[in-house]
């Protein structure tokens, strides 16, 4: 089993639409969650950090259920500009045996369409 | 806004030969790392390094890898001899620390190497 696990899309949706994407991870000693996002060929920028309590940054709102060791990502209100691979990324515990390691899911590749 | 850069933005070199691929992580981070992205894959964790010394490194850093903070600002990764296989896109990445929200990580633009 994968250590990361998200639906590759493509997702295709028209500007306006509202978008969720999950993704599962199998280490229940990982410590952090985030979700970066990734242009063609271009490094992995961070959008947001996971809380527990779940959070929202304008548009994205981002949740996590640890007992069912799963985060999501919404986007509300889509905008051409979000096209992009979203990449869901857990890092390990120090004391899981990883230094502050990140671990990358595949991507989910979100298309804006007008 | 602080950033990581890297130099070169591209490197081709033919198999074999020794690259040295260059990273400044933000100024006040203590913890830097290096992934890797092959074509059309996942971004794949390498080495970290704190404390002048080797954190955690994967079964993919192999002893053809080595890393190395020559100075107060450079971090290098150098792969002694290439092969076909390292063609990859190489990214470094720095945090502040390991823990809390001080653990997150910031990626440089990359380096896009080349084995031919």
């Known amino acids: 089993r994968k250590e990361v696990e998200q639906d590759p899309g493509p997702f295709n949706v028209p500007e306006g639409a509202t978008v969720a994407f999950n993704c599962t991870y199998s280490n229940s000693a990982s410590q952090s969650f985030f979700w970066y996002r990734q242009d063609c060929r271009k490094e992995p920028k961070l959008l947001m950090s996971?809380?527990?309590s779940g959070n929202e940054d304008g548009r994205f709102t981002a949740q996590l259920n640890r007992a069912s060791q799963y985060i999501s990502l919404l986007i509300r209100d889509s905008k051409l500009s979000d096209s992009a691979t979203y990449l869901c990324v857990v890092n390990r515990s120090p004391f899981s045996g990883g230094y502050n390691k990140l671990i990358f899911g595949a991507g989910t590749r979100l298309a804006v369409h007008p | 806004e602080p950033e990581v850069t890297q130099t070169p933005s591209h490197q081709v070199t033919q198999m074999g030969q020794e690259v040295i691929l260059r990273c400044v992580p933000i100024?006040?981070?203590?913890?830097f790392y290096w992934y890797r992205q092959i074509l059309g894959q996942k971004v794949e964790f390498l080495v970290s390094f704190y404390n002048n010394e080797i954190s955690e490194k994967s079964e993919i850093f192999d002893d053809q890898f080595s890393v190395e903070r020559p100075d107060g600002s450079n971090f290098t990764l150098k792969i002694r001899s290439t092969k076909l296989e390292d063609s990859a896109m190489y990214f470094c990445a720095s945090s502040e620390g390991a823990s809390g929200r001080s653990d997150t990580q910031y990626f440089g633009p990359g380096t896009r190497l080349t084995v031919l």
């Open positions: 996971v809380y527990s």
């Open positions: 100024s006040n981070h203590l913890y």
